[in-house]
């Protein structure tokens, strides 16, 4: 479950890989809350490539299978242990590492230091635990990430839930309100335009949700349904949103419109016109109060009984929803692969929902 969003997971994949593999429920956060609670520190390398083994001296060959208790066990010597990449094995351990010094560090004590050096010279993921500060935390390239509680987390987890029910409650209703206006034929460009900030901020909050429910790990189940549940038919909505009004003279796929929406900062965000033009929703005019007429893919999907590939073949035939909804049922039955019983689903469901929208904004 990823939101595609402005915050996208995939830009950090490595560290949210990493936080993955170090999140409660695994062995390895088991192994890592073991050499917490006994009062000890460690350093450990994910993966045993000549690269680390070049930097490293001394300590034991073990080739062992991993265990939380064998991690723990080890952790009472001073060295760093390796780990073979996939984390199946110990490799090494009790091992003296010797980092290119020259590589900058931002940190003072000599575990995280090297522990530094070692994930931005070969750029490997380390993971150290510090028994002064009672903290884990996670090295992958350039990036550091200490690992947060599981209650806090969840704390963090919660209120963010709570500021996207808000999200998108405000998202639902102008996202209906956009829905009547083109069941009248009544849209502008700035009705689109604040559905379109409406869905991408409510998206850019799950994505905050769901990064931490990487490093929730199990205990992420409930957090996990509930932000399933809130966010359900959302991206599917904007994709559709946006085929509907992508300026007709544009050679702009939606994927193409959907990442350059996720570019924007949020101040670009909720700047109508730079927003409108950086997913080519307007026209040459530049007028953001000109009137849109609507393709129908969002409202018509709504119909049950018809599925995406009727309503793109219907839209693809009529050319624009108020056509659809003006069309007959034997008009709607012309259109290839729809058939009578589609047509008239199609013609009672259009009237209906159009009817519903039409009573719900008075």
């Not at 062995?27 to 070049?54: C, K």
């Not at 110990?90 to 230091?113: K, Q, Y």
């Not at 026209?283 to 007429?293: F, H, M, S, V």
Request: no cysteine; hydrophobic share 45%.
């Amino acid at each position: 479950m990823v939101y595609h969003g402005a915050m996208d997971l995939r830009s950090d994949a490595a560290l949210y890989r990493a936080l993955s593999l170090v999140a409660p429920g695994t062995p390895l956060r088991e192994g890592l809350n073991r050499i917490l609670q006994s009062g000890r520190g460690a350093l450990i390398v994910f993966g045993d490539g000549d690269d680390v083994l070049g930097i490293a001296s001394g300590g034991f060959l073990l080739d062992a299978a991993f265990s939380p208790q064998r991690l723990s066990e080890l952790a009472k010597m001073d060295g760093a242990i390796i780990l073979k990449s996939d984390l199946t094995r110990i490799a090494r351990a009790n091992v003296h590492l010797v980092p290119n010094p020259n590589v900058p560090a931002s940190e003072t004590g000599t575990r995280h230091r090297t522990a530094e050096r070692v994930a931005r010279s070969l750029n490997v993921t380390v993971v150290t635990v510090s028994e002064s500060r009672q903290q884990i935390q996670v090295y992958v390239g350039d990036q550091t990430r200490p690992v947060l509680s599981a209650s806090r987390l969840l704390d963090r987890s919660n209120q963010a839930l709570q500021t996207l029910e808000r999200y998108r409650a405000r998202m639902d209703t102008v996202t209906r309100k956009l829905s009547a206006l083109e069941a009248e034929d009544l849209v502008a460009l700035r009705n689109v335009i604040e559905v379109v900030q409406r869905t991408e901020m409510v998206l850019r909050i799950a994505n905050e949700i769901e990064h931490n429910l990487v490093e929730l790990g199990t205990d992420g189940r409930l957090v996990g349904l509930q932000l399933e549940g809130l966010m359900d038919g959302v991206e599917d909505d904007r994709r559709l949103l946006i085929i509907d009004y992508l300026n007709p003279g544009s050679k702009m796929q939606p994927e193409e419109a959907m990442e350059a929406l996720a570019a924007l900062d949020d101040t670009q965000l909720f700047d109508d016109e730079q927003l409108a033009r950086a997913i080519h929703l307007i026209g040459p005019a530049g007028d953001l109060d000109e009137p849109r007429e609507p393709k129908g893919f969002r409202l018509l999907s709504k119909i049950p009984q018809v599925n995406e590939v009727h309503v793109m073949r219907v839209v693809e035939h009529f050319g624009s929803l108020r056509k659809v909804l003006g069309a007959t049922v034997a008009d709607l039955e012309a259109v290839e692969g729809i058939g009578l019983g589609r047509a008239k689903a199609l013609k009672d469901g259009a009237a209906r929902l159009a009817g519903d929208l039409i009573i719900d904004s008075y």
